[in-house]
T-cell receptor, first 113, second 110 residues
């Protein structure tokens, strides 16, 4: 079975550019999570969805960040405009209600210069 | 006080050693507890859940002390393949509210 799929795996962009990260959760999972990981702050929850509906976006750092989940098999995290401090690894994870285990994708390593 | 605190390490141990990691959490209402493992430049993966009565999975033993808000992970007979970062994870009141510690790095040497 395919796990959580993320694209791109690596992204290098210049400050001010728009960045879109993509995620396909595991089929049948009804929860989807976006995390950001840095050395300084560790793994931080940005936002999560249940049945495609955003439930908690309190971790989204500011208005430059937005996330959507138009259907059960696809989600995007957009940063516009990007800044160097957004450089991090962004993970998408999914889970099925009734299980607290979250399955993580391989991550997108974002570098903003 | 940080919600989940761990000693960052690194813990450098020889093969065959026993090593223990500790973790404290601040929210006494936390309901579920886990250890995740993260290999270098990889995604986190669930290692084991932590139950109030303590639980064991092969060489790994997890303990929970709710009164002290303390979680531990013991690894016996360390293998080279155990080298990774171990993340202490606490769940609050909702499905999505997993709080991750920054992790403890373990390096097992031959």
């Amino acid at each position: 079975d395919a796990g959580v799929i993320q694209s791109p795996r690596h992204e290098v962009t210049e400050m001010g550019q728009e960045v879109t990260l993509r995620c396909k959760p595991i089929s049948g999972h009804d929860y989807l999570f976006w995390y950001r990981q840095t050395m300084m702050r560790g793994l931080e929850l940005l936002i999560y969805f249940n049945n495609n509906v955003p439930i908690d976006d309190s971790g989204m750092p500011e208005d430059r960040f937005s996330a959507k989940m138009p259907n059960a098999s696809f989600s995007t995290l957009k940063i516009q405009p990007s800044e160097p401090r957004d450089s991090a690894v962004y993970f998408c994870a999914s889970s099925f209600k009734g299980s607290y285990e979250q399955y993580f994708g391989p991550g997108t390593r974002l570098t903003v210069t | 006080r940080k919600e989940v605190e761990q000693d960052p390490g690194p813990f450098n141990v020889p093969e065959g050693a026993t090593v223990a990691f500790n973790c404290t959490y601040s929210n006494s209402a936390s309901q579920s507890f886990f250890w995740y493992r993260q290999d270098c430049r990889k995604e986190p993966k669930l290692l084991m859940s932590v139950y109030s009565s303590g639980n064991e999975d092969g060489r790994f033993t997890a303990q929970l002390n709710r009164a002290s808000q303390y979680i531990s992970l013991l690894i016996r007979d360390s293998k080279l393949s155990d080298s990774a970062t171990y993340l202490c994870v606490v769940r609050g009141g909702s499905q999505g509210n997993l709080i991750f510690g920054k992790g403890t790095k373990l390096s097992v040497k031959p």
